[in-house]
T-cell receptor, first 115, second 111 residues
Framework: ETGVTQTPRHLVMGMTNKKSLKCEQHLGHNAMYWYKQSAKKPLELMFVYNFKEQTENNSVPSRFSPECPNSSHLFLHLHTLQPEDSALYLC??????????????FGSGTRLTVV | EDQVTQSPEALRLQEGESSSLNCSYTVSGLRGLFWYRQDPGKGPEFLFTLYSAGEEKEKERLKATLTKKESFLHITAPKPEDSATYLCAVQATSGTYKYIFGTGTRLKVLA
């Protein structure tokens, strides 16, 4: 596979569940990102990892917990979410986090519904 | 405060009817302005990066231009397959270099 792959594509979870979103990039990029996309709102940056180190946490609630075991994989662990957390969660990658001249490469996202 | 505003929110065009989408921005220092296309159920797809006023980039029926306050995405003789949401983002020279996205323009091209 090429590009950025996200799994699962759709997820429905209860507020007391624990689940994880997975992202994998096959582009040799060094920076990876989690974004949240809600209807009629701008894409909201959540976390940035550069060379496996977290370089940005955009004041995200602790019920979202990222993990980056290597430069190709990124996870978002979810627990005790709220209904307002329902959104499209997008993973992206770029060569490095400070000079994304070629833009970001986004995955297709995970559509999360919290019930 | 750094900000990006896109207009119109939605646009319906007949096939072949050219138009422009607007992205107005306020940023302390511009590192780059980016255009993306997003199809339903997919992530955004990178189109262009513009770095300085006066710069232009073209790709098929799309042409992006940049001034000191705004960018335009011109669509010439659009086809139904150009229907998508077009997102604009800016990256500032200061701070954390993160993108600031607009809310997008939903374009529908009718056959």
């Amino acid at each position: 596979e090429t590009g950025v792959t996200q799994t699962p594509r759709h997820l429905v979870m209860g507020m007391t569940n624990k689940k994880s979103l997975k992202c994998e990039q096959h582009l040799g990029h060094n920076a990876m990102y989690w974004y949240k996309q809600s209807a009629k709102k701008p894409l909201e940056l959540m976390f940035v990892y550069n060379f496996k180190e977290q370089t940005e946490n955009n004041s995200v609630p602790s019920r979202f917990s990222p993990e980056c075991p290597n430069s190709s994989h990124l996870f978002l662990h979810l627990h005790t979410l709220q209904p307002e957390d329902s959104a499209l969660y997008l993973c992206a990658s770029s060569q490095e986090d400070r000079a994304a001249r070629g833009g970001y490469t986004f995955g297709s996202g995970t559509r999360l519904t919290v019930v | 405060e750094d900000q990006v505003t896109q207009s119109p929110e939605a646009l319906r065009l007949q096939e072949g009817e050219s138009s422009s989408l607007n992205c107005s921005y306020t940023v302390s220092g511009l590192r780059g302005l980016f255009w993306y296309r997003q199809d339903p159920g997919k992530g955004p797809e990178f189109l262009f990066t513009l770095y300085s006023a006066g710069e232009e980039k073209e790709k098929e029926r799309l042409k992006a231009t940049l001034t000191k306050k705004e960018s335009f995405l011109h669509i010439t003789a659009p086809k139904p397959e150009d229907s998508a949401t077009y997102l604009c983002a800016v990256q500032a020279t200061s701070g954390t270099y993160k993108y600031i996205f607009g809310t997008g323009t939903r374009l529908k091209v009718l056959a």
